[in-house]
């Protein structure tokens, strides 16, 4: 059974630091999903990493995928309040692109002053 | 560009009611899926259609039928709801491209009482 799993659960961050949130998965996968969702809104797509070594960046924000490990990094840079929300992680069940997707329990972030 | 349609966004059933959540798409995605999120769960796939007049089950489909209506539309159905179904429920299409992503609507929130 495909296991996904995220931490930290809770992030509390200070304005203008760096951080990283970690998602684990249990089986082989060749592709890694990351989701952002603001309270009481929907998910929205954040990056796709379609192989290892991927990485990709938008703003303060940079994934990474590494498949030998089965490990997946979101790393945030000088963090802003408008980076406060939960982030999800999420893998395909099927190692593929079928959209079966299995999905970490989120990390909810949030940025003070 | 509406993209993904839910109805209704908020509910309040009785047990042992039934009701039908709908779902349409407009971006012509072969694949669409039914997710449900309960607090410190993340989000858990009931049923999902990979084209049209196919449907399969996820993680969690007890309790639920779905039916993909055409290519558009892809109902959830309660036939007898149980408080346990108290949830956020997310629709979802995926297109054949863009490596996979899912595009998600805005939600039901449902409470069973």
């Known amino acids: 059974e495909l296991k996904v799993e995220q931490n930290p659960l809770f992030l509390s961050m200070q304005e203008g630091k760096n951080y990283t949130i970690y998602c684990n998965y249990s089986?082989?996968?060749?592709?890694l999903y990351w989701y952002r969702q603001d309270p009481g809104k929907s998910l929205e797509s954040l990056f796709v990493?379609?192989?290892?070594?991927a990485v990709k960046q938008e703003g303060r924000l940079m994934a990474s995928l590494d498949t030998k490990a089965r490990l997946s990094t979101l790393h945030i840079t000088a963090a802003v309040h408008d980076l406060s929300a939960t982030y999800f992680c999420a893998v395909d069940k099927y190692g593929g692109s079928q959209g079966n997707l299995i999905f970490g329990k989120g990390t909810k972030l949030s940025v003070k002053p | 560009n509406a993209g993904v349609t839910q109805t209704p966004k908020f509910q309040v059933l009785k047990t042992g009611q039934s009701m039908t959540l709908q779902c349409a798409q407009d971006?012509?995605?072969?694949?669409m899926y039914w997710y449900r999120q309960d607090p410190g769960m993340g989000l858990r796939l009931i049923y999902y259609?990979?084209?049209?007049?196919?449907?399969d089950k996820g993680e969690v489909p007890n309790g639920y039928n779905v039916s993909r209506l055409n290519k558009r539309e892809f109902s959830l159905r309660l036939e007898s709801a149980a408080p346990s179904q108290t949830s956020v429920y997310f629709c979802a299409s995926r297109g054949d491209n863009l490596g996979g992503k899912l595009f998600f609507g805005s939600g039901t929130q449902l409470s069973v009482l």
């Open positions: 990493l379609l192989s290892n070594g």
């Open positions: 089986t082989t996968s060749d592709r």
């Open positions: 971006m012509n995605h072969n694949s």
């Open positions: 259609s990979a084209s049209e007049g196919t449907t």
